[in-house]
């Protein structure tokens, strides 16, 4: 069990539990959410009579895609945060995991490659129109890097949260805005 910062693991008859200081049990699975995530699979094939066994590895590798780039997110926005302070060291090291956590993505795709076209074939034709291609996070990671495009926004008219975010972001200086700033001073 990862060290969850609280008073630590405590041996029970079920298990390990953690307790925290105001001796209040804290479970890892309640921790991570757990039930929410692993229920968070839901194939469309199955839904339409017609369970493709690959779809699952489909969504997972897409829902963890989405999980790093909220990572990538909350980081490329505390970055640019020590950037405005004149901070560079805790902005350096945030970036570095930033490149990390890019790999993470880059290289999972090796896993996503195990599935054949036939494969995807046998699932693709239920997700209609769905794509990763509309992956309002994955826009809001060019806008924080500094690739801008106002078009972008409109592919997401569907999502007011979205939309607010891209145009948050569409707005602010870039993380690279912010170095140029940094820079000049």
């Known amino acids: 069990c990862p060290d969850l910062g609280l008073a630590g693991?405590?041996?029970?008859?079920?298990?390990?539990?953690?307790?925290?200081?105001?001796?209040?049990?804290?479970?890892?699975?309640?921790?991570?959410?757990?039930?929410?995530?692993?229920?968070a699979q839901a194939q469309e094939s199955a839904r339409q009579g017609r369970p493709a066994h690959d779809e699952m590895l489909f969504i997972i590798q897409h829902q963890t895609s989405e999980?790093?780039?909220?990572?990538?997110?909350?980081?490329?926005?505390?970055?640019r945060a020590h950037l405005r302070e004149?901070?560079?060291?805790?902005?350096?090291?945030?970036?570095?995991?930033v490149k990390q956590v890019q790999l993470q993505l880059f290289n999972q795709w090796a896993v996503l490659e195990t599935?054949?076209?036939?494969?995807?074939?046998?699932?693709?034709?239920?997700?209609?129109?769905?794509?990763?291609?509309?992956?309002?996070?994955?826009?809001?990671?060019?806008?924080?890097?500094?690739?801008?495009?106002?078009?972008?926004?409109?592919?997401?008219a569907h999502?007011?949260?979205?939309?607010?975010?891209?145009e948050r972001a569409l707005n602010e200086p870039s993380i690279y805005d912010e170095f140029l700033i940094a820079m000049a001073q």
């Open 9 to 39: 693991p405590v041996a029970t008859a079920g298990g390990t539990r953690v307790v925290s200081e105001e001796k209040t049990p804290l479970y890892y699975a309640d921790y991570l959410q757990l039930d929410r995530l692993l229920s």
């Open 67 to 79: 999980l790093w780039m909220k990572l990538i997110i909350h980081e490329l926005d505390a970055a």
């Open 115 to 156: 599935l054949t076209p036939s494969e995807y074939g046998q699932f693709r034709h239920v997700l209609g129109s769905a794509s990763g291609f509309q992956s309002w996070q994955y826009r809001l990671v060019e806008f924080l890097l500094g690739n801008k495009d106002e078009r972008m926004v409109k592919m997401h």
């Open 159 to 166: 999502d007011p949260l979205a939309v607010d975010e891209l």
């Open 86 to 97: 004149d901070r560079l060291e805790p902005c350096f090291k945030i970036l570095a995991r």
